[in-house]
């Protein structure tokens, strides 16, 4: 999820009741201990903390950070950092499929070897002594699956406490299916909790990845973007046994003009645009609706007149609007 979950981003998907909690992008570490400021653009709720605050986002759920590296002590040290800054826990990532993170021995590249998985996981734990939790996500595997329970096992011996599981291998990337009896192996064989995770896209994927894996818990990554209401619409039916109605292209775009309201208030206008449409197209998974717009608004080079093209083709009418660009309030913190 790098440059897609950002805080602005956790604060709005988190306005309606449906997470319990929230992951940061990773930072990326590699042979040095960090400054505060890397963390604190990663993850700014950490400045709450400063303030005697929980780190969660605006509407008060918990943002968990997340460390992606492959040098146990290096991942120490950083988790140290990170513990001392306010951090809630630690999730280490097991699980980024990118070839450029793979390539510099990141991400999914560890889970070729069990015992590196066990290497990273022990030493982030062994540094933290307990005073915040460590959780890890990993694949089924890097180019197969031989190793998926040997790599599950070995972080929670390592000193996981949680664990998610994507149900597909590194190589598999993100095309489907989701093998989420896969996960339901795993947890078998794993006695800390499992979280299932890949290709949860509707209330019935959440259903059948629920029956097939075991699991009671299920993560949202892309889906979350792809539908700002699934998660709520998830805890409804949980809470009620009803389904609430599916999400409007209206709701898509007013979370799309909000979103860019409040990006202009840091980032130059130029960039903010990037960001609206980068979001638009990850709402495209599974809407044809949302597609059709896309297709027309991808073209929209200005913000002015893509916030206008928001508004009418869904959303009531907006003032011109005028960035603000001003240096990120955490640089004042740090």
């Not at 981003?9 to 992951?23: N, P, Q």
């Amino acid at each position: 999820m790098e440059g897609v979950i950002d805080a602005l981003t956790r604060d709005l998907l988190t306005r309606e009741a449906g997470f319990d909690w929230t992951v940061t992008e990773f930072v990326r570490v590699i042979d040095a201990r960090l400054p505060p400021r890397v963390f604190y653009k990663h993850c700014p709720e950490l400045l709450q903390s400063l303030k005697q605050s929980p780190v969660a986002t605006p509407s008060g759920v918990p943002v968990h950070l997340q460390l992606l590296g492959s040098d146990p002590l290096t991942l120490a040290a950083n988790a140290r950092q990170a513990r001392e800054l306010g951090a809630l826990s630690i999730d280490m990532n097991f699980g980024c499929p990118a070839k450029l993170v793979n390539r510099h021995d990141g991400g999914a590249a560890l889970l070729r070897d069990p015992e590196r998985v066990f290497d990273a996981v022990r030493a982030v734990a062994d540094a933290l002594d307990g005073d915040i939790p460590v959780t890890a996500k990993i694949r089924l595997g890097f180019s197969n699956r031989l190793q998926a329970v040997a790599c599950a096992q070995a972080a929670q011996a390592g000193g996981a406490s949680q664990l998610v599981v994507h149900g597909r291998t590194r190589d598999e990337g993100y095309r489907p299916p989701a093998h989420w009896e896969w996960i339901g192996r795993i947890r078998q064989h794993i006695k800390i909790p499992v979280v299932a995770n890949g290709d949860i896209w509707t209330l019935e994927d959440y259903w059948k990845a629920r029956t097939l894996s075991g699991c009671d818990d299920v993560m949202l990554g892309r889906a979350a973007l792809a539908d700002p209401w699934l998660a709520p619409r998830i805890r409804h039916w949980q809470a009620t046994g009803q389904r609430l109605p599916e999400t409007t292209w209206r709701m898509r775009a007013e979370t799309l003009c909000t979103y860019a309201d409040l990006q202009c208030q840091k980032l130059p206008e130029k960039v903010v645009t990037s960001l609206v449409k980068q979001w638009l197209a990850q709402m495209r998974k599974g809407n044809a609706e949302a597609n059709a717009h896309f297709q027309h608004l991808k073209r929209i080079t200005r913000l002015d007149d893509l916030l206008q093209a928001l508004a009418s083709s869904g959303v009531s009418e907006r003032k011109p609007h005028k960035a603000l660009v001003q240096t990120p309030d955490i640089t004042t913190h740090v």
